[in-house]
């Protein structure tokens, strides 16, 4: 079950219970997404998520997580990740992240969305469909990677290139958090960069899960924590997007835990097919 780098390689069965809780998340992602508009309020959003889990017979992952005080993360314009949701009333134009996790059978999930509200500046749309661009990019490149640093080249290549098609246009990829293993914990080796780096990374074979999830921004990559000790937001005040998914490599390929049709669609159109466990 483990490797030398003490990598929790799951067995079929345990993969299978992945799934069952990545589509919990993925249907509590689905009605928060469904909800949102201006005049919400950041706790209105944890509300449907919290509610979405419970119905479904899981446990919130993040909850208690590190004494994290919500079921989900809601990350609001200069908010990388990790923001508390509450009070906060969603305005037009607001680019809004939404992080969340899952526990079913002791096994976990975990996926994050970027909602751009209404009247938004196209430059909030362009950031948040590169984020989920790149996302799915450094998915793809995992299902014939060898190791797992081709994650991070491919979700670079993506912003790299936005920004030479782009007049003008800076995009900071956020080297302060990255992807990670999870399974029988939210959170375990091995880190996935979400960039380019030195080390190749570990070895990708059957049984590896990850969460894969890329953090753009619209200027420098830099950030700060608040005093709240867990939101993150950009040094520049620029704008942010997240994107996440759960992913598992199969003996035949990869299949995205956390999506409603294992990644089916938009992995299609990027020359991969999933191979869901029968």
Known sequence: MFGRERIEFKTPDQVRAMRRAGL???????EVRAAARPGMT???LEAIAARAIASAGATPSFLGYLDYPATVCV?????????IPGARVLAPGDVVSIDCGAIVDGWHGDSALTIVLPDADPADVALSELTERAMWAGIA?????????????????????????????RYGIVEDY???G??????????????RTRDRGARVRPGLCVAIEPMITRGDQRTRVLADDWTVVTEDGQRASHWEHTVAVLEDGIWVLTASDGGAARLAELGVRIAPLA
């Open 24 to 30: 919990v998340v993925a249907d509590a992602l689905a």
């Open 178 to 180: 990255v992807g990670h």
């Open 141 to 169: 490149a995992l299902a014939t990677a060898d190791r797992l640093g081709a994650v991070g080249d491919a979700v670079e290549d993506v912003v790299e290139a936005a920004q030479a098609g782009g007049a003008g246009v």
């Open 182 to 195: 999870i399974g029988s914990a939210m959170h375990q080796p091995p880190d996935v960069p979400n960039y």
């Open 42 to 44: 950041t706790g209105d």
């Open 75 to 83: 990350s609001v314009n200069d908010e990388v990740v990790h923001g």
